[in-house]
């Protein structure tokens, strides 16, 4: 009964190859997200999708893609591999996208994450 | 730019001891600060917020202080537990239209290590 949950958990893949991650909540969560942890440990914000509506990471290359077929998945696809892209990407959702002043009403639910290594 | 920084990547504390992780920020618009927390091999979990209209939040064995003169942040875990330990990620969130779950800042996590 996971709440979010992606897979794979790891890819090991060659530089240059297409793959996909996905993810699945059974929260009822109206907003998902992918975040990626590098090397550094910084854990930054991809992509957000509400109701349709995606927000992008202006610093995320084009070859990331988010897909949604419904409410509950959100799936990333990335093309053209490249060795920087190795890092650990969550799965994340949350009741809403935002949350009102001086109370944090809807946190984070994060997957267990998808250690993808480029070789 | 490092907005939210835990200088501290690693702490080791005694059970039953208090434990101390501190975190700082830069940007003055941060007006909501979260703490998260890690196992290995999951996802983070949300563990206790506070906004910058107060200077403690109190959770059981947690609580969060803000100094916003200072800009700086830490969570008090007492006593501690070995199951505390973990990694434990700092965040922060702007006000008005950045007042949103995709506008967090984390820092870079302190991982402690509480000693039985």
């Known amino acids: 009964d996971t709440a979010v949950s992606q897979t794979p958990k790891y890819l090991v893949t060659q530089m240059g190859n297409d793959k996909s991650i996905k993810c699945e909540q059974n929260?009822?969560?109206?907003?998902m997200y992918w975040y990626k942890q590098d090397s550094k440990k910084f854990l930054k914000i991809m992509f957000s999708?509400?109701?349709?509506?995606?927000?992008i990471n202006e610093t995320v290359p084009n070859r990331f893609s988010p897909k949604s077929p419904d409410k509950a998945h959100l799936n990333l696809h990335i093309n053209s591999l490249e060795l920087g892209d190795s890092a650990v990407y969550f799965c994340?959702?949350?009741?809403?996208?935002?949350?009102?002043?001086?109370?944090?009403?809807?946190?984070?639910?994060f997957g267990n994450g998808t250690r993808l290594t480029v070789t | 730019d490092q907005q939210v920084k835990q200088n501290s990547p690693s702490l080791s504390v005694q059970e039953g001891r208090i434990s101390i992780l501190n975190c700082d920020y830069t940007?003055?618009?941060?007006?909501?600060f979260l703490w998260y927390k890690k196992y290995p091999a999951e996802g983070p979990t949300f563990l206790i917020s506070?906004?910058?209209?107060?200077d403690k939040n109190e959770d059981g064995r947690f609580t969060v202080f803000l100094n916003k003169s200072a800009k700086h942040l830490s969570l008090h875990i007492v006593p501690s537990q070995p199951g505390d330990s973990a990694v434990y990620f700092c965040?922060?969130?702007?006000?008005?239209?950045?007042?949103?779950?995709?506008?967090?800042?984390f820092g870079t996590g302190t991982r402690l290590t509480i000693i039985p």
């Open positions: 994340a959702s949350s009741q809403e996208k935002s949350f009102p002043p001086f109370s944090y009403n809807s946190p984070l639910h």
């Open positions: 929260l009822g969560h109206d907003t």
């Open positions: 999708y509400n109701n349709k509506e995606l927000i």
């Open positions: 940007n003055s618009m941060f007006d909501y």
């Open positions: 506070i906004s910058s209209i107060k």
């Open positions: 965040a922060a969130s702007g006000v008005g239209t950045n007042f949103g779950n995709e506008k967090l800042t």
